[in-house]
């Protein structure tokens, strides 16, 4: 069973903190993403990587960097968080190209 | 555009009645991919089923079954004796082969209560 792990279920952060959101997963895959999911509009594309130290911007990109030193490890950073960044936050891994993602177990983030 | 489209916000059912839950998709690609997933209330995406395009073949798992026409760009998912365990979010999401972020386009999702 393919597993993928964040580091926190729930996290309360004040605004201008630097977050660091991790997420392992154990399955040797290429392939890790994060999305961030808002009511009203669905799931977005943060960043992805396709290989170690390899990072790609997804659609929503700003505000946010991404670090991937060991092929089992994707972390997301948030720089200076900000309210707006109040979101759930979903990792996700594949084997690799269009293969299935699977997803870890979210994180929700709230920034007072 | 790449778009899904699930119309069905929210779908509520009583305990063993079927149900189908639809979602319409719209890519240019030729080959492409179409996912379910389940999103219960602890909030992590289930992944359910995967189909390329050139597999228009209907699939069943269980009390789940998938319909793909690509004639009507549709890839509806029916839960057949629902049960209270159903109660989820349900996400339509598609992977196109020419994307080279692999990234998901996921449909607004449906919300279905199966009371008791």
């Known amino acids: 069973d393919v597993k993928v792990t964040q580091s926190s279920r729930y996290l309360v952060k004040r605004t201008g903190e630097k977050v660091f959101l991790e997420c392992v997963q154990d399955m040797d895959h290429e392939n890790m993403f994060w999305y961030r999911q808002d009511p009203g509009l669905g799931l977005r594309l943060i960043y992805f990587s396709y290989d170690v130290k390899m990072k790609e911007k997804g659609d929503i990109p700003e505000g946010y960097s991404v670090s991937r030193e060991k092929k089992e490890r994707f972390s997301l950073i948030l720089e200076s968080a900000s309210t707006n960044q109040t979101s759930m936050y979903l990792c996700?891994?594949?084997?690799?190209?269009?293969?299935?993602?699977?997803f870890g177990p979210g994180t929700r983030l709230l920034v007072l | 555009a790449q778009k899904v489209t699930q119309a069905q916000t929210e779908i509520s059912v009583v305990e063993k009645e079927d149900v189908t839950l639809d979602c319409v998709y719209e890519?240019?690609?030729?080959?492409?991919?179409l996912f379910w997933y389940k999103q219960p209330p602890s909030g992590e995406l289930v992944f359910l089923i995967r189909r390329n395009s050139f597999d228009e073949q209907n699939e069943i798992s269980g009390r789940y079954s998938w319909n793909f026409q690509k004639s009507t760009s549709s890839f509806n998912f029916t839960i057949t004796a629902s049960q209270v365990v159903d109660s989820a979010v349900y996400f339509c999401?598609?992977?196109?082969?020419?994307?080279?972020?692999?990234?998901?386009?996921f449909g607004s999702g449906t919300r279905l209560l199966v009371r008791p």
């Open positions: 996700a891994s594949s084997l690799t190209g269009q293969e299935t993602q699977y």
């Open positions: 890519t240019r690609d030729t080959t492409y991919y």
């Open positions: 999401a598609l992977s196109e082969e020419g994307d080279s972020s692999y990234k998901l386009i």
